[in-house]
């Protein structure tokens, strides 16, 4: 089963979307690669998504990415008296390092590390930041505030600090715990919320190590300062847009998600855009004319996918939002202005082989109109290599480990198979060009071509080109 478009598609699974029939639905739909949230999953909950996955993998025999989502650090009001409080601009606020307040006058915060770094002008955003509150003074107990936005206070809502590092640890113990569950099934990719900076990445690659691939979430702000040091370390971004417009002015969110998905595609490295995509399909079976345009402005950019969150998780027409995209994403890509703008952004390739080589391979594809190109990866190293350059002919990627085919799932134009290892360069050949007819990307007496690396077996070192016709294939 192939896709007719290039753009992948990561769907939440769900309430709406939880038993073998309505997984299949989304996949049958366009579902390219299914995300689990852990702060509403269960171990056991996710235990059973991960079977009803692995057994639909088997059924239509294609490879299926599964993204695991931890929860990562929340930071939440305490109790208020009564469970809520309403507060107007200009109110002056005590905040307490505090699991409760003992009156009407103060508000608590139940962390430590929040009033360890708090200072003077640093805002607090609460509720998705519906309220705001700016700092006046502060120390490691209490600190005093004023109400810029005011509202109804209710307790255990959310906090965020858009100007503050927190010294809080990359992940909690629930994400740790949650980490050793899906490392231990087996999943694809870990992604990890609220990264800050580097360090966050290197300690959770740590844990993982070559378990699994590693995305971080982009949605603090001083994670984009840091965002160079971080596409080091992750193996994909995400624009988590939610969080992110919280903690920034919202009209710079789309400029910031072109700036995260350029550098992403720069260093070759897969990026996904997320949350809100088609936020009405949650209660309507249609969306918004804007949300048809912000999904297709992702696609414009080239990135490697787009998600749904709770359209596919809880949702009334969870189907009809994953087709939805397809839809999109198809029309956006057979689009004129998609392949110029696409070529507009193509970055020139670094002076190693891998580069020059898949550089190469773009400018052959391009010259003779080849139908496709096949590349050979173990490692994956060599199809996110020609991921990068966004050619117009579909890539098939030929891989030996499985867990490398259900990573590239996430990966923009990747058709991924996976097949024994080539037993040497004719067998190379001869077997890209079968599966490019098998596949449905060429017929007989068209030309592909060929990438790998040689000698076989060698991850990361692509160093061939080859150019082959399809011949006639056995009845």
Not at 222 to 234: C, K, N, P, T
Request: glycine fraction near 6%; aromatic fraction near 4%.
């Amino acid at each position: 089963m192939r896709r007719r478009r290039k753009t992948k598609i990561l769907a939440t699974l769900g309430p709406a979307s939880a038993t073998p029939p309505q997984i299949r639905a989304l996949f049958e739909a366009g579902a390219d690669a299914f995300r689990i949230n852990m702060s509403h999953t269960s171990h056991a909950g996710l235990a059973e998504l991960h079977r009803t996955v692995r057994g639909l993998e088997e059924t239509v025999g294609r490879p299926i990415g599964i993204l695991v989502d931890l929860q990562g650090p929340k930071i939440r009001l305490g109790i208020l008296p009564g469970g809520v409080r309403e507060i107007h601009k200009g109110d002056r606020l005590h905040l307490v390092r505090k699991v409760s307040a003992d009156n009407g006058t103060d508000i608590p915060i139940p962390h430590a590390e929040v009033f360890a770094t708090l200072q003077a002008g640093e805002s607090i955003l609460v509720d998705d930041g519906k309220i705001r509150l700016r700092i006046e003074d502060a120390n490691k107990e209490w600190a005093d505030a004023v109400v810029e936005t005011g509202g109804l206070l209710k307790d255990k809502k959310g906090v965020n600090l858009p100007d503050t590092v927190l010294p809080i640890p990359a992940m909690t113990p629930k994400d740790r715990s949650d980490l050793d569950a899906a490392l231990h099934l087996g999943v694809d990719w870990i992604a990890q919320s609220f990264v800050q900076r580097a360090d966050d990445v290197a300690e959770m690659k740590k844990v993982v190590g070559r378990r699994a691939a590693c995305l971080a979430k982009i949605e603090k702000p001083r994670a984009i300062e840091w965002l160079s040091d971080i596409l080091d370390i992750a193996d994909a971004l995400m624009v988590a847009r939610g969080d992110l417009g919280v903690e920034l002015p919202v009209q710079e969110v789309p400029g910031k998600q072109k700036y995260i998905t350029r550098a992403a595609r720069k260093a070759g490295k897969p990026v996904v855009v997320a949350t809100q995509m088609l936020e009405s399909m949650i209660a309507a079976p249609v969306p918004t004319r804007a949300e048809v345009s912000d999904v297709a402005t992702a696609v414009f950019e080239g990135a490697d996918a787009v998600m749904l969150s709770a359209e596919s998780a809880a949702g009334q027409y969870p189907s009809e939002a994953v087709s939805m995209m397809d839809k999109i994403a198809t029309t956006v890509e057979s689009d004129p202005l998609y392949v110029s703008i696409i070529d507009s952004q193509r970055f020139a390739p670094e002076s190693t082989t891998a580069d020059a080589i898949m550089a190469a391979v773009h400018e052959v594809t391009q010259t003779i109109n080849a139908r496709a190109i096949v590349c050979w990866t173990k490692s994956g190293a060599t199809a996110l290599r020609a991921a990068r350059e966004r050619s117009d002919a579909p890539i098939i990627a030929l891989t030996p480990s499985i867990e490398t085919s259900r990573r590239l799932s996430l990966v923009w134009g990747l058709h991924s198979v996976y097949t024994e290892d080539a037993h040497d360069l004719d067998d190379m050949v001869e077997r890209a060009a079968r599966f490019a007819f098998q596949e449905g990307f060429a017929k007989t007496g068209e030309r592909i071509v060929v990438t790998a690396g040689v000698p076989l077996r060698t991850p990361g070192a692509t160093n061939m080109l080859r150019v082959a016709f399809v011949g006639p294939q056995p009845r």
